[in-house]
């Protein structure tokens, strides 16, 4: 079936589904475990407080969880959730380390993605930024004694550098702190075998966010939490008022990061998963990352140009020769082109060019494109 005629059927599906949703009981008549495979039933709206309220929604989203964690090659035993965004599920992921540390500091690197320090800031905790090396990856000789948390970045948002995580799980757990990742971008990349060099030591993470948003083609917003340590988190976050028990003896989501009613985000990630397949999510990645790469090559190539940070995977830091104020003019012009659209970020001071690839559309074509716009 083509796309058109999906779209289509959806349609066909929902007025059905309305026309006689008067006839339907108001909750779902099931049992847990009813759903497991039976899914798309559900689609429409569910209050999902509890499992009671969204069986379907509930249970799929521990079981699409459970098996991107099995696709990015996670530990077993790892439990998922799904927040709206990195900011709130690192925000998740502070308050459980807050709450099984007792402690009050958070360590990131300099080249962390503001929602850390934003994060902490809301919590009314201390944010210690440390520096990073020549390859821009956080450095390790830290003291931290009195730290609740250290976040690894794996793909910074600037340079898409890779913290060295198992030397800041080990030390973190040394010193009793707990280590949270940030691979919102790049986690996606681990569904290739070749990728998960940058996966190394992530096995010994307390908690992991991973956008599926930004990589693994799921439209705005999902943010895929796991944690080895869920105690912890139904410690920070249970409170089950009278009004929401039920006589499921069964998981509430709730327990787990800080909203109650949660969207039914894990159908659009179960479709994507069914739409692509495991084969198909690998095909676009190596192909945007093979895309970087040529892009990169063209940049190395012209003399006029030049690579401002090691290229990973699907995003490339450049900058044309001349000043900050030149290549500011050219994102600026680039941009009104209406035919690309770049961002930019600041290296020792410098203004570099930042290009990224993840749509599922986006061919060499569109790259070659680019790379004419911007020498034009
Ligand atoms: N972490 C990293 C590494 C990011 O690149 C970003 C956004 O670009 C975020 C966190 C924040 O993402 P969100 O918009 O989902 O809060």
Partial sequence: ??????????????????????????????????????????????????????????????????????????????????????????????????????????????????????????????????????????????????????????????????????????????????LHVDAAYAGSSWICEEERWSQDGVELADSLVVNASKWLLVPMDCSLLWTARPDAFREAFSLVPEYLRTSEDVYALSDYGPVLGRRFRSLKLWAVLRCFGAEGLRALQREHIRLAGLFADWVDADPEWELAAPQHFSLVVFRRNGTDEENEAIVERANRSGEIFLSHTKLNGRYVLRLAIGNARTTEADVRRAWEVLRR
């Fill in 1 to 178: 079936m083509s796309f058109r005629d999906d779209g289509y059927a959806a349609v066909e599906w929902v007025a059905r589904y309305l026309d006689g949703v008067g006839d339907l009981p108001v909750l779902a008549q099931v049992e847990p475990g009813d759903l497991s495979a039976e899914l798309l039933a559900a689609a429409l709206n569910p209050v999902a407080l509890n499992w009671r309220s969204a069986p379907a929604s509930t249970e799929l989203e521990l079981r699409v969880l459970d098996w991107v964690r099995q696709l990015l090659g996670l530990p077993d035993g790892w439990h998922g959730h799904i927040e709206d965004a990195a900011s709130t599920s690192t925000l998740a992921a502070l308050i459980a380390a807050r709450q099984a540390t007792g402690r009050t500091v958070v360590v990131c690197s300099e080249h962390a993605h503001s929602s850390v320090e934003k994060d902490a800031r809301m919590l009314g905790m201390e944010l210690r930024k440390a520096p990073v090396d020549d390859e821009l990856r956080m450095r390790t000789d830290l003291r931290l004694d009195d730290v609740a948390a250290v976040v690894a970045t794996v793909g910074t948002t600037s340079f898409a550098s890779v913290d060295p995580v198992r030397e800041l799980a080990e030390r973190a757990h040394s010193a009793g702190a707990w």
